[in-house]
T-cell receptor, first 111, second 109 residues
Framework: DGGITQSPKYLFRKEGQNVTLSCEQN?????MYWYRQDPGQGLRLIYY???????QKGDIAEGYSVSREKKESFPLTVTSAQKNPTAFYLC??????????FGEGSRLTVL | GIQVEQSPPDLILQEGANSTLRCNFS?????LQWFHQNPWGQLINLFY???GTKQNGRLSATTVATERYSLLYISSSQTTDSGVYFC???????????FGAGTQVVVTP
């Protein structure tokens, strides 16, 4: 099936640990994005990438890191420097028209 | 940066009712999308509508870019329409989609 796959769907982490969220797409989209959503809130942009081996910070990049080694993949690492990492994380992909398509999300809980 | 405001913040409907959701934005945008976030959190694309009117079943949307607003119409609402509706605008900088805070819709039987 064509689409965007995020894994894992649920993740628990102890404080002080880094964790990596996976995002894979087979839509042949050039651009990929990571958004964060807190309860009752809208989505905020963490990082985005328009092309392989290049990425830009979004509005809330502190405490996160990404890589874009392949067109299909855009993993997000939530580092121990992120002060409040418990949230719902959504990955998206799209072309330069701006129309984005989202994965099903990963819910991270820090214990 | 650009401001995206959605109204109303909450909406309770009886099944079968019609409703209108509004999205205002503070600056010129290249494109606009409407999404429905289901109870499991997934964002479903409803409309990609930089201008004009589109219809998809019981849903339709209109964007008047010159006046900086978009409307989402839900007709004959069903309980499956419950969830949060977001509008998001695509600004000049390639790839940055700015979201509104959403409208929480609850459709009761």
């Amino acid at each position: 099936d064509g689409g965007i796959t995020q894994s894992p769907k649920y993740l628990f982490r102890k404080e002080g640990q880094n964790v990596t969220l996976s995002c894979e797409q087979n839509l042949n989209h050039d651009a990929m994005y990571w958004y964060r959503q807190d309860p009752g809130q809208g989505l905020r942009l963490i990082y985005y990438s328009q092309i392989v081996n290049d990425f830009q910070k979004g509005d809330i990049a502190e405490g996160y890191s990404v890589s874009r080694e392949k067109k299909e993949s855009f993993p997000l690492t939530v580092t121990s420097a992120q002060k409040n990492p418990t949230a719902f994380y959504l990955c998206a992909s799209g072309q330069n028209t701006g129309e984005l398509f989202f994965g099903e999300g990963s819910r991270l809980t820090v214990l | 940066g650009i401001q995206v405001e959605q109204s109303p913040p909450d909406l309770i409907l009886q099944e079968g009712a019609n409703s209108t959701l509004r999205c205002n934005f503070s600056d010129s945008v290249n494109n606009l999308q409407w999404f429905h976030q289901n109870p499991w959190g997934q964002l479903i694309n409803l409309f990609y509508i930089p201008s004009g009117t589109k219809q998809n079943g019981r849903l339709s949307a209109t964007t008047v870019a010159t006046e900086r607003y978009s409307l989402l119409y839900i007709s004959s609402s069903q309980t499956t329409d419950s969830g949060v509706y977001f509008c998001a605008v695509f600004m000049g900088s390639w790839g940055k989609l700015q979201f509104g805070a959403g409208t929480q819709v609850v459709v009761t039987p």
